[in-house]
């Protein structure tokens, strides 16, 4: 440290940095309810729990539930309405939970929040996600990731 004309440090850049990606695709604004069964590890089944979807990806998205699910839940389906090319549609996926943000108190009609990750995806469904994910990815109010 060197005090003359006045404190300074002399600080070391780093010569290399590393990068690594949280996610490997884009995820866009998506704000639609969903109604989601879930199954837990001992085999039981939770069904008709309410949420909404806060985004989407091809891999994934972050979901808002009336109910917490707690770590014994394993794996959910879900069905969210959905309209591609002016036309209205169903998807249906399967999903596993990756992570649990937690309790946001500030949205009280679905205050629990998870990662999900989308698992099991037919042909069918991937091209219906593809589809939307590529009109989200047009709309600049809903491509922010």
């Known amino acids: 440290m060197h005090e003359t004309p006045y404190r300074y440090l002399h600080l070391d850049y780093p010569e290399q940095l590393q990068f ?77 939970i990756k992570r649990d943000f937690g309790r946001d108190d500030e949205q009280p009609d679905h205050p629990h929040n998870y990662g999900i990750a989308f698992v099991d995806i037919t042909p069918e469904q991937q091209m219906r996600l593809m589809a939307l994910c590529y009109e989200l990815s047009n709309d600049p109010a809903t491509n922010f990731f």
């Open 20 to 96: 690594k990606p949280l996610r490997s695709e884009a995820r866009f604004r998506f704000e639609s309810p969903l109604t989601l069964n879930a199954e837990t590890s001992l085999g039981m089944r939770l069904e008709n729990i309410i949420g909404r979807f806060s985004d989407i990806s091809l891999n994934g998205a972050c979901i808002a539930t009336d109910q917490k699910l707690g770590e014994v839940v394993k794996r959910l389906t879900f069905a969210t309405d959905i309209t591609i090319g002016g036309v209205a549609q169903t998807l249906e996926l399967a999903a596993e």
